[in-house]
């Protein structure tokens, strides 16, 4: 047996749950298992990215143990875009 996490954050809340998978199991069989709990039900497992220590992942991927998969959410705004809102306005208070 392997012992991995799964997290998943948004605004004010964080879900960490640590998983005890078979030796050979891949990224989607951790998240069957993270999405049996109930508050887990309004996210988008289908679509989301997902890495495992910062570095994007496919569903296939064989796990490791001590391996932290992440659920990322999709981004409200490009980052780009964000920071020359956020330089114009301190140039013109």
Do not use: C, N, W
């Not at 012992?3 to 005890?20: C, D, Q, T």
């Not at 030796?23 to 049996?36: I, S």
């Not at 989301?48 to 001590?66: F, K, M, S």
């Amino acid at each position: 047996m392997i012992l991995v996490e799964v997290v998943y954050a948004e605004p004010g809340r964080a879900i960490v749950k640590s998983l005890s998978l078979p030796q050979g199991a891949v990224v989607a069989d951790a998240l069957l298992e993270f999405e049996k709990d109930a508050q887990l039900q309004s996210i988008d497992l289908v679509r989301a990215a997902l890495g495992i220590h910062g570095q994007l992942v496919r569903r296939d991927q064989v796990l490791r143990d001590g391996d932290r998969v992440e659920i990322y959410r999709p981004l409200l705004q490009d980052p780009k875009t964000a920071r020359r809102k956020r330089a114009l306005s301190l140039r013109h208070p």
